[in-house]
């Protein structure tokens, strides 16, 4: 599988801001959504935002108003900004690519990078 990097994790004060990337070390074909999750030590990994093809997004509750997602398509990469971030928000966070073709459908995810808010 083409794996996909991350990068823009940092440790940051409450109240902060990130901005997330997201990339394909090589050519994937037929994305039809993106997405950032998350996983705090000792919770299972939990969904933050998507965004689909035609740019629709979706987010978690506890984001809303807060992060926002975004793509370049002609890079084939997802962007999580994010703002007024809370300690809470502390996790690692991984991007996923889902695609749809003829053959079947295939996720493919980041390592993760490591967002640290602090109070």
């Known amino acids: 599988q083409v794996p996909l990097v991350e990068s823009g994790g940092d440790l940051v004060q409450a109240g902060g801001s990130l901005r997330l990337s997201c990339s394909p070390s090589?050519?994937?074909?037929?994305?039809?959504?993106m997405g950032w999750y998350r996983q705090a030590p000792g919770k299972q990994r939990e969904l933050v935002a998507t965004?689909?093809?035609?740019?629709?997004?979706n987010y978690a509750d506890s984001v809303k108003g807060r992060f926002t997602i975004s793509k370049d398509n002609a890079k084939d990469t997802v962007y999580l900004q994010m703002n007024s971030l809370k300690v809470e928000d502390t996790a690692v966070y991984y991007c996923?690519?889902?695609?749809?073709?003829?053959?079947?459908?295939?996720?493919?995810w980041g390592q993760g990078t490591q967002v640290t808010v602090s109070s």
């Open positions: 965004i689909t093809n035609s740019g629709t997004t």
């Open positions: 090589g050519s994937i074909f037929a994305i039809n959504l």
């Open positions: 996923n690519y889902h695609t749809s073709t003829w053959f079947g459908d295939a996720d493919y």
